[in-house]
């Protein structure tokens, strides 16, 4: 019999993950795996060990002392070079340098500016959704849950539209580095564009992200080039993926039973408790991004020494049947549950506001129009991404009537 604990973040994971992690969860919270890289990492599972990880101190994200250790510990034949997710971003610091970091971003995503979004959001929905044919096969992922949260993130951000559609290539070659030179390839492509890219905010400033960034703030407080670039790999990777997977994996268990597809048509006021739900069913994080113990640390009777490369499973935690009742089905009358899909604490995600909005539109829109929509492709057939820390299908065939 196979050895559960030997498949975690092995090639046959993927697309039972929620299999393996509740058999991982009833035999400890803390459980040991190898990354594709070759660099071994602790995985924490259970919810009451992964919330408190996630606010933990001693589980430090500095990126200069965490990518000495990655390097250290992956397969010489990965190389050194890592790719602009590990940079000087505020997700890979500590404070104050976090503090620092995410002030700046913070008054462009607070919840009153997040709302005042949703006749734009409203406007882009409808739109996407007048091109869809009806009858016939076609991937909802591309023509809807990819170029919504897309062109938002890059409308925020200040990128041109003929320069959108590039992203789609590079986020998921930088977030399933499968081979590692592919990703750093779209790293260093990133990288060129966004230099450019700043160039021009500075030499005709516009009134997006980028623009405000590239210039002072109001106490004069400024990122350096380093920052900048970092942050904005931040943003527009994890602007779009998180929104590409929740209405992707929403649509996914939907569809799936048609009587919940039906509920959010027929009673839209549980659109907001229905987008919370998808998120702790089937999250658009697998993982926390990497953490790495500054000191030993137990957790779950487990001792984990210094130095070590720590993972927080946030699929695995918001299935965790000792803090949800019936945790494996998705129950639109849940209510809100505290889930970990976002985070929790210091790190919590920025943009989950903007997330949350883009979800229950488009959840709105498409249980509204498209009544008698069902998937067009068996569960066998849907394959899930293979990237550590993003958690969503590769397509989803779908036929909307």
Request: aromatic share 6%.
């Amino acid at each position: 019999m196979t050895d559960i604990r030997t498949e975690l973040l092995t090639e046959g994971y993927w697309d039972r993950a929620a299999e393996v992690e509740r058999a991982l969860r009833e035999q400890a919270p803390v459980h040991r795996a190898i990354q594709r890289d070759g660099a071994p990492v602790w995985v924490i599972g259970s919810f009451a060990e992964a919330r408190a990880a996630l606010n933990d101190p001693r589980l430090a994200k500095d990126s200069d002392r965490l990518n000495e250790i990655i390097r250290a510990k992956r397969d010489p034949s990965a190389g050194q070079e890592l790719s602009g997710l590990f940079s000087k971003h505020m997700l890979n610091a500590d404070p104050p340098d976090h503090t620092r970091l995410r002030k700046l971003l913070a008054r462009d995503f607070t919840v009153r500016r997040i709302a005042a979004l949703r006749p734009r959001v409203q406007e882009l929905v409808t739109g996407l959704l007048d091109e869809l044919p009806t009858g016939e096969p076609l991937d909802l992922i591309e023509r809807f849950a990819f170029p919504l949260p897309i062109t938002v993130i890059c409308e925020l951000l200040g990128v041109p539209e003929g320069d959108r559609s590039r992203f789609r290539e590079w986020t998921a070659a930088l977030l399933v580095p499968d081979p590692i030179e592919q990703s750093l390839t779209a790293s260093r492509e990133m990288a060129a564009f966004f230099h450019e890219l700043f160039a021009a905010k500075r030499a005709a400033p516009g009134e997006d992200l980028i623009s405000a960034l590239t210039g002072a703030s109001a106490d004069e407080d400024r990122l350096t080039e380093e920052e900048l670039l970092a942050t904005a790999f931040l943003l527009i990777v994890a602007g779009h993926e998180t929104t590409v997977n929740l209405v992707g994996n929403g649509a996914r268990w939907l569809l799936a039973e048609p009587a919940k597809w039906a509920a959010l048509r027929e009673r839209p006021e549980l659109l907001p408790d229905a987008v919370e739900e998808v998120l702790r069913y089937d999250g658009p994080l697998r993982m926390s991004t990497h953490r790495f113990t500054a000191e030993d640390v137990t957790i779950g009777g487990t001792t984990i020494p210094a130095g070590e490369l720590v993972l927080i499973n946030l699929t695995s935690a918001n299935r965790d049947g000792e803090q949800f009742e019936q945790a494996d089905e998705l129950d639109l009358d849940r209510g809100r549950t505290g889930h970990l899909a976002f985070g929790h604490g210091l790190h919590h995600c920025l943009g989950a506001p903007l997330a949350r909005l883009e979800g229950e539109v488009a959840f709105q829109e498409l249980t509204r129009r498209f009544p008698g929509a069902r998937l067009a492709a068996g569960e066998a057939e849907l394959r899930r991404s293979r990237g550590l820390v993003m958690n969503g299908f590769l397509a989803l065939p779908v036929v909307l009537g």
